[in-house]
């Protein structure tokens, strides 16, 4: 398997540049398969979530060509509801955004169940919900997720979602653009990619309004045509670099961020004593005094992101002072923590909440990533310690992070990569 080496202790200085976002990439991917045409997709992140995604594509029928190092060319109007090859499915999460599209678009899907980073247990019964509301019945047996349009085409329905669900809310929308009539979502996810989604998909010719709040209206059209779509900035990518310049003692210029979509990240850091100096696509990070301690509970967006809790976790074992991180969101993202104690960090977990003594001089120390954003925090750390860090199972990584060795290399990083 292949692992990172870092001879950590410089600080990170100069610019880094961040890739399209993941989270918004693997829903515009999917969502091609609703359109009767050619997508360019540009801005694509160089990421194995990507190109898992661009496998299961083809596999469906869909023609896929690259045609630049971000930029993708997707014909889907051969597509049909065929079922994925499962061991492409089961790599990644977010292949379970096929079966809205491709329900939507055919009246019915079947795909085996999804992947992901193991957090607990990660359920589907919103996005069956969903479903369900626009007249789909879904059938979850023998390890498939099998979804049919009782009269061949989804109807128009109102879906009120049990919790904020970011996979649930796409799901739902990537159904309901071609359903016959109206849809209303209440209780949507508000975050960045949603609201991506909803603009690539208006690009194409739906009707989706009200994203980046909790209740999006969608009015079901005959068909969606093309469109070239570039996709945002990646905010976790951001978040982690912010992170890993205020770690290292180190001065970043992030360069190609949104600025508004980085407020609860930069709240919370600044309350750490974390300088962040912002442009209008970029911010430059850096940090002057010690790092003082924080409470912080992840919520949905606007909210602090879960997808920053291992990332915030190593800053919070450098502050001086006991600080707190609750995980509202998934019930068991502090598996990370184990890895963090090899490297001399003092830490508690207690239900959904870790608390931190703070202090830690980390340890060089060979270490593993559980997920993926735990193996970005473990990389941080390392870059931290001074001395010879192993960061193993780097493969999680390179899921989310598009050359994050060369990224970091290019700001005085001593890390590479052997398999
Ligand atoms: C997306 O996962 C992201 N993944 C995750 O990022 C992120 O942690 C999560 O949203 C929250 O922001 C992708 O976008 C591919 P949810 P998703 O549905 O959609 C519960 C990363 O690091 N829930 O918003 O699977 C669920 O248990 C990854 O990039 C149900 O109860 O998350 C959780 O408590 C890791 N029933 C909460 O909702 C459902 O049917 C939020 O989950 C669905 C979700």
């Known amino acids: 398997m292949e692992k990172v080496i870092i001879d950590g202790g410089s600080p990170l200085e100069g610019t880094v540049t961040i890739s399209g976002m993941k989270n918004a990439a693997v829903a515009v991917l999917y969502a091609t398969v609703l359109v009767d ?3 360019v997709i540009e801005n694509l992140p160089n990421i194995s979530d990507v190109a898992i995604s661009l496998e299961i594509l083809k596999s469906v029928g869909a023609k896929v060509e690259r045609i630049g190092e ?3 060319r997707i014909d889907a109007t051969e597509a049909r509801d065929k079922m994925p090859p499962h061991e492409l499915a089961k790599k990644m999460r977010a292949s379970y955004y096929l079966i809205g599209a491709t329900l939507g678009r055919f009246g019915h899907s079947v795909i ?5 980073c193991d957090f607990g247990v990660r ?20 390890g498939l997720i099998e979804a049919t349009a ?6 128009g329905g109102n879906i009120f979602f049990d919790c904020v669900t970011v996979g649930g809310t796409m799901n739902a929308m990537l159904a309901a653009v071609l359903a016959d009539g109206v849809t209303e979502i209440e209780n949507a996810a508000r975050e960045p990619h949603v609201v991506a989604l909803a ?11 009200g994203a980046g709040t909790d209740k999006i209206k969608i009015k079901g059209v005959e068909k969606l045509h093309g469109c070239t779509y570039e996709l945002i900035p990646d905010m976790i990518e951001a978040g982690t670099f912010m992170i890993a310049a205020a770690a290292t003692g180190g001065n ?12 609860a990240i930069s709240v919370k850091l600044r309350e750490m004593g974390v300088t962040i100096d912002e442009f209008d696509d970029g911010m430059r990070v850096y940090c002057e005094g010690p790092l003082c301690n924080v409470d912080i509970k992840t919520s949905p967006y606007p909210g602090f992101p879960t997808d920053m809790n291992p990332q915030v976790a190593v800053l919070m074992c450098l502050a001086e002072g006991k600080s707190t991180l609750t995980d509202t969101i998934w019930d068991n993202r502090f598996r990370y923590v184990e890895e963090l104690k090899r490297m001399d960090a003092e830490i508690e977990v207690e239900g959904n909440t870790a608390t931190f003594c703070g202090g830690t001089v980390f340890k060089p120390a060979r ?14 750390a390392g870059l931290v310690a001074k001395g010879q860090t192993e960061v193993d199972d780097f493969f999680y990584v390179e899921r989310g992070y598009d050359n994050i060795i060369e990224k970091l290399r290019a700001v005085g990083a001593h890390i590479m990569k052997i398999s």
Not at 123 to 142: R, S, Y
Not at 150 to 155: A, D, S
Not at 200 to 207: R, T, V
């Open 199 to 209: 603009n690539f998909l208006n690009f194409c010719g739906a009707s989706v309004s």
């Open 367 to 380: 270490v593993r990533a559980v997920d993926l954003r735990a193996g970005a925090a473990m990389i941080i």
């Open 123 to 142: 359920p589907i019964d919103q996005h069956i919900k969903a479903f369900n509301a626009l007249g789909a019945d879904v059938c979850t047996e023998g």
């Open 37 to 39: 045409g050619v997508c």
């Open 150 to 155: 009782q009269n061949g085409r989804l109807k």
């Open 70 to 72: 971000t930029e993708v």
């Open 112 to 116: 085996g169940y999804p992947g992901g």
């Open 252 to 263: 970043l210029y992030i360069d190609n961020v949104i600025p508004k979509h980085m407020e």
